[in-house]
């Protein structure tokens, strides 16, 4: 389809609520089967606890693709139109009287998601993901202030709750930040979860925006570090990011040689695999956690996690505070993600190429090409 400039419709508001909005420019979708085209949304204006953002980069996350293209819809159906992005990296243009963590002219990093209740016992453990009353999420999610759906990165600006804002150390490039907010969370909590350290055998099953990350963590806390993949070119790619060492999957034999032997597996797959064959490679108590996400069901063969104990788990991102501790482990450990600079009219190639897997290992959105 040709793409055209489109109008997000705002909410039905009261005229006092209505000033208290701004226009913001955007790409958005106005179906499952549109591409993302040009057009303006209504955005809070800052109150006294928020910042407004400049984006000046977001990354493309596969998530975007799959919520525009509502392909979990059984689970959270998209609502259209569908304004995507979730690894959101700006600098604050305004900050309301009450804000202390951040003043105008800072750069601050927003994640996936703008808000929770504060009050559960998992909000107030620092693990805000796991929202009692569900966490605002930064796109696609009730938006509990001016009402409607939240609106994501894939625009020139946003406000935010400065709770929910990340402070971005001085170190790190910029544009390569912005996949840490999900590719780099998401693999960094688990990580830290199960308490990966050095010495251990740690595997990654995946290479790409996921697993490259998994890889460079796993590298960076001492863990001896296997690549699982099915693809033999990306070889000299694991090696370069930080692994000790490359297993073709489809290699039987090469599976083979590493039976019970792994203290932890990190499985950033999103395709349908056999689970079962990495269960196997786990020794006594060890924990195969996923955090790719496989369309249908897998199935998991019991006796395989009874005899040695084995688990298998899985972990989204992480709290607020996990995710700031993240990015200072990145700024301490020279780590950010690999990526391809974008211009924000290339999105719709991008999330073709997203499909083929053609990308190293992110793209991300030079925002300044929305003005």
């Known amino acids: 389809m040709n793409e055209t400039t489109a109008t997000i419709a705002p909410p039905e508001k009261s005229q006092a609520q209505a000033s208290k909005t701004y226009s913001a420019k955007v790409y958005s979708a106005q179906s499952p089967t549109s591409t993302l085209a040009p057009g303006k949304i209504q955005r809070r204006a800052p109150r006294p606890q928020d910042i407004q953002i400049e984006i000046l980069y977001c990354g ?3 998530s975007d693709l799959h919520t525009v293209r509502n392909e979990w819809e059984s689970v959270m159906p998209t609502v259209y139109p569908c304004e995507p992005g979730h690894e959101i990296v700006g600098r604050v243009v305004k900050a309301g009287r009450a804000v202390k963590k951040f003043k105008e002219g800072d750069i601050a990093a927003v994640g996936c998601m703008v808000d929770s209740c504060g009050v559960c016992p998992n909000c107030r453990a620092g693990e805000e993901q796991f929202c009692d009353n569900t966490a605002t999420f930064t796109y696609n999610a009730e938006d509990k202030q001016i009402g409607g759906v939240t609106y994501g990165g894939y625009s020139d600006s946003i406000v935010v709750t400065e709770a929910f804002a990340l402070k ?3 170190q790190l490039d910029l544009a390569a930040t912005a996949p840490l907010l999900c590719a780099g969370i998401t693999t960094y909590s688990p990580l830290r979860h199960w308490n990966v350290k050095k010495g251990q055998k ?8 996921l697993g490259h990350m998994g890889v460079k963590f796993a590298h960076a806390l001492g863990a001896n570090v296997v690549l699982f993949t099915t693809s033999p070119n990306k070889t000299k790619d694991a090696l370069r990011l930080g692994a000790n060492e490359v297993v ?3 290699n039987e034999a090469e599976m083979q040689k590493h039976l019970a032997s792994f203290d932890f597996i990190l499985d950033t797959v999103s395709a349908q695999h056999d689970l079962n064959a990495y269960i196997d490679l786990l020794k006594r108590d060890g924990t195969l956690t996923l955090v790719g996400a496989p369309p249908t069901p897998s199935p998991v063969q019991g006796f395989g996690l009874l005899f040695k104990r084995r688990q298998l788990a899985g972990s989204i991102i992480g709290g607020i505070r996990e995710t700031q501790e993240m990015l200072d482990f990145c700024a301490e450990h020279g780590i950010a993600a690999d990526i391809e600079l974008i211009r924000m009219p ?26």
């Open 60 to 62: 493309v996350c596969h």
């Open 202 to 209: 740690v595997g990654v099953v995946g290479l790409g925006g």
């Open 248 to 250: 073709i999957s489809k």
């Open 346 to 371: 290339q999105i719709n190639e991008a999330f073709e190429r997203l499909l083929k897997s053609d990308v190293k290992y992110r793209f991300v959105i030079d925002m300044a090409s929305l003005k």
């Open 168 to 170: 971005v150390p001085q």
